[in-house]
């Protein structure tokens, strides 16, 4: 359930932040939806990078659709793509999906540090604190 | 441990988020321009246009419409002339914005500060042939008529409008793809802008390599082989034409020509073969009892393309053709009245003086036995990643200081150019714009001056056309060598009156016509040299001209379309004369079965141009040798024969001693031996080619003709344009160059036009309209261009309007 909500947080408002801020604002997004939802670093990496995927990718497709493909297919061979839309819309995609994870891994890791939530799966690694 | 995590994390995210927000040449900042919201995606221009319907444009006065065509060709119709300027600077900047500031940046010196070190020489070269200075000089002109100067001013603020407008994400992609934001744009980049026009068609000369060949082959051989005159040649000004005034008196004394140390190069020269075809047919000549005027211009073609296409409509104006992206107007095309093009024309009119110093310092120069001094301009290079450099130019009267050795100051030359003369050229093309008849026609081009144009004029009655430029008043050879700086008998000696330039008006053989050929037969009064002289596409238009009678807009594009060389036809009877069959194989005798059943015409599936080409080239470098291997021994830049007098000599004197192969010392080689040297060497190479590329060697795959992006990006150039032509033919296809514009007006009741450019209205990459043209204008079709009297949205061929209000 958090994994959704946070997937869901992530994609909508890094998908308003990017229509007026840098591209960059999916990272500071990514990281603060994280420290609030408080998951897992690997739950919160997955959560970010899917929900970047999919709105970088959802919207290169539909900018590649709307443009019968002119665009990409230059940008596919200029760039290293080997002249194919699909991997450079695949590329794009799981580029922003790396920054997405990136930014919310390391919010989650702030937390943990900062602020951790007591969570009843992470109880061993939690005694293992209280007793150093 | 967690903090020490954190820390990690955080500076690795952060870290890599800083690297892709940034550039590391040559990749562009990989974060920015991947993204869908940001990149490049954002330049996928939607298939369906949509541009802003409303628009807000604070400066007009008036509200102006703009109609899109269904080749995005804009109709702009506005109340008042300065309102539709300002329209056609936004609308041109909305397709072509980053070409209009790269071209300038180029015309001024800058194109280090966007790419780097790598073109500071070209920068440097620039701004010593003094193309600023040049840029400001006509600025000041255009200054003293203010209604003209207004109408540059407000195509300016309508391309800054555009330029405000845009958010970076909406910059064209070469923006993103280089890193950099456009800037306001001035009159002094449409100056800029006619400047570099100038520098490709008007800055061509050999001063430097005639004086060292001169040197080397003494003066009889040199005459021999580099006359001025081409017996064959079919002047812009037929003969019969009669020089009924008295000419200005020049001295005759004989220039003279100052002993040069073997130097090498001077500027960079433009490639051979920039040329342009234009012609105008009388009412008599054409099917339908009215005049019809021609005109393609070749120039180095590129992308985005070189002319954007426009209609401009007001209460007092109503003009179509094609204008250059970064000046108002329109450069060629008509009105409701009248038809105008223009070739270049291709007097010298960029001299060399060899400087005699006071001292290395450069401060003083000797002139008429006094010292003068120099004018000292810092140039500033602000290098793309790696910062400030400084360069010193120095100023005589002649011109800049603009061929210098920075150790040696011996052989400093100045350069005297006729692009750094204040001229209006902005006027010319207004008043010609909104010209009515022959005389308004005269009157509009009278203060053009240069780049020098062959103008061809039609209306309803008359055809006609001007040799216009400002041209310098020459003694006999006068700048077709070095000359020394130190006397006043080696400046121009003026200015030839402009009423003296070749013109003529209506000619008895019922066309006028130019194709860069001579200006006029050798009686015309004053001396003027070339660079350029074109003769076969001239020969073969004049030929064909004055052949058919009651012409048809269709023959006038299978004309612009004819791939006819007169070159081969001139050249090839003669070489095949010589070839000994009994030396061939099989496989070459075919080869050369395909040269004699062959046309001399260029079409694209021939197998027999690419042999010819190949041929000639080879015959003409063995013919030489002697030239290759002087200029090679020695590191000097030389002058070489023309192809025509290459062809005269196989010809006439095929036992002429350039003939002999200079290698072999104890045979003497003629034209026939170097033939069949060179038949078998061309043979060979055009298997090889054959093997290397796995394909025929057919004209079009051969000629592989080009048209590159213009900051060289591979995947924005077409490459492969599949078409035929040759330089040497009206077609005048080159691998990197041709026709940019292809015109044709029938000045009827109801003027009937047809025209094609390579490439599209649209700049951008992204665009369907990039390159929709190009396969139209590699099959030689055309389109039928529009020429509105009114707005009309009903219009079926209209896609788009959009509408702008102060």
């Known amino acids: ?132 | 441990m967690r903090a020490v995590k954190f820390i990690l994390m955080l500076l690795f995210t952060v870290g890599l988020t800083y690297m892709l927000n940034n550039r590391f040449a040559p990749l562009p900042p990989m974060g920015k321009f991947l993204s869908p919201f940001f990149g490049f995606w954002q330049n996928a221009d939607k298939i369906d246009i949509s541009y802003a319907q409303d628009i807000q444009l604070a400066s007009l006065s008036g509200s102006v419409e703009v109609q899109y065509d269904d080749r995005l060709i804009p109709h702009i119709f506005a109340e008042n002339n300065r309102d539709a300027m300002l329209v056609q600077g936004y609308v041109t900047a909305q397709h072509r914005l980053w070409q209009m500031e790269f071209q300038t940046h180029n015309a001024a010196g800058r194109l280090s500060e966007l790419i780097g070190e790598r073109v500071l020489e070209r920068d440097k070269e620039t701004r010593r042939m003094g193309m600023v200075w040049a840029a400001q000089q006509s600025l000041e002109e255009w200054k003293k008529t203010p209604e003209y100067y207004d109408l540059v001013e407000a195509y300016a603020e309508g391309v800054n409008a555009y330029i405000e407008s845009l958010s970076p994400k909406e910059y064209p992609i070469e923006y993103k793809l280089l890193d950099y934001a456009p800037e306001k744009w001035t009159p002094l980049k449409t100056a800029l802008l006619l400047k570099q026009m100038s520098r490709t068609l008007a800055s061509k000369e050999f001063d430097l390599e005639n004086t060292n060949t001169l040197q080397w082959l003494g003066e009889e051989t040199f005459r021999d082989l580099f006359p001025e005159a081409f017996p064959k040649q079919s002047p812009i000004i037929p003969s019969e034409r009669k020089w009924n005034f008295k000419p200005v008196k020049v001295p005759d004394s004989k220039p003279v020509i100052p002993n040069t140390d073997k130097l090498s190069s001077i500027f960079q020269k433009m490639p051979e073969g920039i040329g342009s075809n234009n012609w105008a047919i009388s009412g008599d000549k054409s099917a339908s009892g009215h005049p019809i005027l021609c005109n393609d211009p070749h120039l180095p073609l590129s992308m985005p393309s070189i002319w954007y296409e426009i209609q401009i409509h007001t209460p007092h104006l109503n003009i179509y053709g094609v204008s250059l992206p970064g000046s108002p107007g329109v450069i060629i095309g008509f009105n409701e009245h009248i038809a105008w093009g223009v070739t270049n024309v291709g007097h010298d009119v960029s001299d060399w003086y060899l400087l005699d110093w006071k001292d290395g310092q450069r401060g003083e120069y000797k002139y008429e036995g006094k010292y003068l001094k120099t004018k000292k301009v810092i140039e500033e290079f602000k290098v793309r990643n790696l910062g400030t450099i400084l360069d010193t130019v120095y100023y005589t009267h002649f011109g800049s200081v603009a061929y210098t050795d920075e150790n040696d100051a011996s052989n400093d030359m100045a350069y005297r150019w006729m692009a750094h003369e204040r001229s209006n050229e902005l006027a010319a093309f207004f008043n010609l714009n909104k010209a009515k008849n022959y005389d308004d026609y005269a009157d509009a081009i009278g203060v053009y001056s240069c780049p020098a144009q062959n103008f061809v004029f039609a209306d309803r009655q008359d055809i006609a056309l001007w040799v216009q430029g400002k041209f310098p008043l020459k003694r006999k050879e006068q700048g077709r060598f070095l000359q020394k700086a130190d006397g006043a008998d080696s400046q121009w000696a003026g200015f030839i009156p402009r009423e003296h330039n070749p013109h003529i008006k209506n000619p008895e053989r019922g066309f006028v016509s130019s194709a860069n050929q001579h200006s006029t037969a050798p009686d015309y009064p004053y001396y003027y040299s070339g660079a350029s002289f074109g003769d076969y596409r001239g020969r073969r238009i004049n030929q064909v001209l004055a052949e058919k009678e009651k012409m048809t807009i269709k023959d006038m594009m299978a004309l612009q379309n004819d791939n006819y060389s007169l070159q081969a036809a001139d050249c090839l009877p003669f070489l095949l004369q010589y070839v000994d069959k009994s030396t061939l194989s099989k496989e070459d005798l075919e080869q050369v079965e395909l040269l004699e059943d062959w046309d001399y015409i260029f079409d694209q599936d021939k197998i027999a141009p690419s042999l010819f080409k190949i041929w000639f080239k080879k015959f003409y470098t063995i013919t030489w040798d002697e030239f290759y291997t002087y200029a090679r021994k020695s590191g000097t830049a030389l002058s070489y024969p023309d192809y025509w007098r290459t062809i005269d000599f196989l010809e006439n004197q095929p036992e002429h001693p350039f003939f002999d192969i200079a290698q072999t010392a104890n045979e003497k080689e003629t034209a026939r031996e170097v033939a069949n040297a060179s038949l078998k060497a061309a043979l060979k190479a055009a298997k090889d080619w054959e093997t290397d590329n796995e394909k025929p060697i057919k004209w079009q795959s051969y000629l592989n003709t080009s048209i590159q992006h213009l900051a060289r990006i591979p995947d924005f150039s077409l490459n492969g344009v599949q078409t035929g032509g040759d330089q040497y033919a009206p077609n005048a296809n080159s691998s990197w160059g041709g026709p940019s514009w292809r015109m044709v007006v029938e000045m009827g009741n109801e003027i009937d036009a047809y025209g094609v450019y390579p490439g599209g209205q649209s700049g951008n990459p992204g665009s369907p309209y990039y390159d929709n043209f190009t396969k139209f204008w590699a099959t030689g079709q055309y389109y039928p261009l529009l020429f509105m009297k009114t707005p009309n949205n009903e219009h079926k061929r209209i896609i788009t309007t959009q509408k702008m209000k102060p």
Do not use: E
Not at chain 1, 12 to 28: K, N
Not at chain 1, 64 to 86: C, Y
Not at chain 1, 126 to 131: A, L
């Open chain 1, 1 to 132: 359930m958090k994994f959704a909500i946070s997937f869901l947080l992530i994609a909508s408002l890094s998908f308003v932040s990017q229509q007026f801020m840098p591209w960059w604002s999916l990272v500071i997004v990514a990281f603060v939806i994280s420290w609030l939802m408080g998951m897992r670093s690997w739950q919160s990496f997955l959560s970010g990078f899917l929900a970047i995927f999919i709105t970088w990718g959802a919207y290169a497709i539909f900018l590649h659709q709307g443009n019968a493909g002119i665009l990409t297919d230059r940008m596919a061979n200029l760039l290293p793509f080997a002249g194919s839309s699909i991997l450079l819309i695949l590329g794009s995609a799981v580029f922003g999906g790396f920054m997405g994870g990136l930014g919310a891994a390391t919010g989650s890791l702030g937390r943990d540090w900062l602020a951790p939530v007591s969570k009843p799966r992470n109880r061993g690694r939690n005694r293992k604190r209280m007793r150093r």
